[in-house]
Every structure is written in structure tokens, then in C-alpha cells.
């Protein structure tokens, strides 16, 4: 029986309980599809945790300096992400190259993170004289490091089977400062860290590939 109202309103009521009728089976549809997703939503998985860990934006040289624009943060999967990761890398040098998407870990950057896995050797800067011969080495050679008196002639091996762990990119400052050469980080034991630095102020320090 429908309520006491005004004629108007009695038409509009019967004008729209006629419409709901007509689509009754597709309002009934379209109520199951909400109370279906409804419920799908309610018992659906959260998303899986993720660890965010700073990754390379591009392809980077060894020697480069980290910008901001050069890391990005992904989402690693807890217990997938490697040992050793650099928490604030901007400004840093890069020890070797950096693949689009490898983690930025310390073992990759210019410092004492670059010995990790070898507790018998420091990392150790030293000037070699000859920049053309810096430009055939690269990270991972085994050089053997000679020490030359250009005066008196002669030269003394200082270092065996050495581990190049980092060659910085040359800058406009090197030509600028006066001091020839190019800078290359090399692993030694802390008996060689002595001879290897008196070499480098006193003499020339060239270098030998290491015989396999």
C-alpha cells in the first residue's frame, strides 16, 4: 500500500518503482560484482615488504663521482639485498664500474670498504709519473709495484702481486696542480704500506704486470 501523499508525489514513487522493477536483474548484478570485490579485497594478501636499497640510475665508469641524479631507491625483497650497502654515496668515487640497476654496495666506492673480504691488504693511493701508463690498467689487475731513482738509475721492487682496487678519473685540478701522474688505489699488506709511500715521495713508482 503506498504511503498518503500528494498526487504528485504518488506518480513520481510509482514512476520510479516501475524503473527499478524494469532493472531489477541488472541492479541485482551489479550489487553481487560490488559484494564480490568487497570480499575479494578484504581477504587479499598485503603487498610483499620491500627493503629500499640505492641502485645505479645508468651505466657508470670507474672513477666517476656519485651524483644524486646517479642512484636511484628500488624495493628489494627482505633478505635479497647484499652485504655492505652505502647508506649516503652522493660525492663519492667510484672504485669500478656500476651496471644500470646494481646496488651501490662499499666494496664499489673509493675507501676502506674496497678491501672487504681481504683483511690482509689496505687500500693505498700512489702517484704513478706516467699518465699514459695509468690508461692501461684497470680494476682487478695484478701489477708489481718498482720503485726507479731517475738520478743514481736503478730501480728496487717495493710491492708483489698487487691489487689495482680503484683508478680515479682524471680532473681539470690534476694538470693544474703541478704534480705529474695519475692516481691509482692499490692494495698492499701493512708490511709494504711503508716502502710503497717512501717510494712514492722519494722515487718514481712504476709498475710491472704480475706473472701468473
Given at each position: 500500500?503506498?504511503?498518503?501523499?500528494?498526487?504528485?508525489?504518488?506518480?513520481?514513487?510509482?514512476?520510479?518503482?516501475?524503473?527499478?522493477?524494469?532493472?531489477?536483474?541488472?541492479?541485482?548484478?551489479?550489487?553481487?560484482?560490488?559484494?564480490?570485490?568487497?570480499?575479494?579485497s578484504a581477504v587479499a594478501a598485503p603487498p610483499p615488504a620491500t627493503v629500499p636499497v640505492l641502485v645505479a640510475a645508468r651505466d657508470l665508469p670507474a672513477g666517476a663521482e656519485l651524483g644524486a641524479d646517479d642512484v636511484v631507491t628500488v624495493g628489494f625483497a627482505p633478505g635479497?639485498?647484499?652485504?655492505?650497502?652505502?647508506?649516503?654515496?652522493?660525492?663519492?668515487?667510484?672504485?669500478?664500474?656500476?651496471?644500470?640497476?646494481?646496488?651501490?654496495?662499499?666494496?664499489?666506492?673509493?675507501?676502506?670498504?674496497?678491501?672487504?673480504?681481504?683483511?690482509?691488504?689496505?687500500?693505498?693511493?700512489?702517484?704513478?709519473?706516467?699518465?699514459?701508463?695509468?690508461?692501461?690498467?684497470?680494476?682487478?689487475?695484478?701489477?708489481?709495484?718498482?720503485?726507479?731513482?731517475?738520478?743514481?738509475?736503478?730501480?728496487?721492487?717495493?710491492?708483489?702481486?698487487?691489487?689495482?682496487?680503484?683508478?680515479?678519473?682524471?680532473?681539470?685540478?690534476?694538470?693544474?696542480?703541478?704534480?705529474?701522474?695519475?692516481?691509482?688505489?692499490?692494495?698492499?699488506?701493512?708490511?709494504?704500506?711503508?716502502?710503497?709511500?717512501?717510494?712514492?715521495?722519494?722515487?718514481?713508482?712504476?709498475?710491472?704486470?704480475?706473472?701468473?
Open positions: 500500500m503506498l504511503p498518503q501523499l500528494p498526487d504528485p508525489a504518488r506518480r513520481r514513487w510509482r514512476t520510479v518503482r516501475r524503473a527499478v522493477l524494469r532493472r531489477r536483474r541488472l541492479l541485482a548484478a551489479l550489487l553481487a560484482g560490488v559484494a564480490v570485490l568487497l570480499g575479494v635479497t639485498a647484499p652485504d655492505g650497502l652505502a647508506v649516503d654515496p652522493a660525492g663519492r668515487l667510484l672504485a669500478a664500474p656500476l651496471r644500470r640497476g646494481e646496488p651501490v654496495t662499499e666494496v664499489r666506492l673509493v675507501g676502506d670498504g674496497m678491501t672487504e673480504g681481504r683483511p690482509d691488504l689496505v687500500a693505498l693511493p700512489v702517484r704513478l709519473p706516467d699518465p699514459a701508463s695509468v690508461d692501461l690498467l684497470e680494476v682487478g689487475d695484478e701489477i708489481d709495484l718498482h720503485a726507479v731513482d731517475p738520478q743514481a738509475g736503478g730501480s728496487d721492487r717495493v710491492a708483489d702481486d698487487v691489487p689495482v682496487l680503484a683508478i680515479p678519473a682524471a680532473t681539470p685540478d690534476d694538470a693544474g696542480s703541478g704534480v705529474p701522474g695519475r692516481l691509482v688505489v692499490v692494495g698492499v699488506s701493512d708490511a709494504e704500506v711503508s716502502q710503497v709511500a717512501d717510494a712514492a715521495v722519494r722515487r718514481f713508482v712504476t709498475y710491472t704486470w704480475a706473472r701468473r
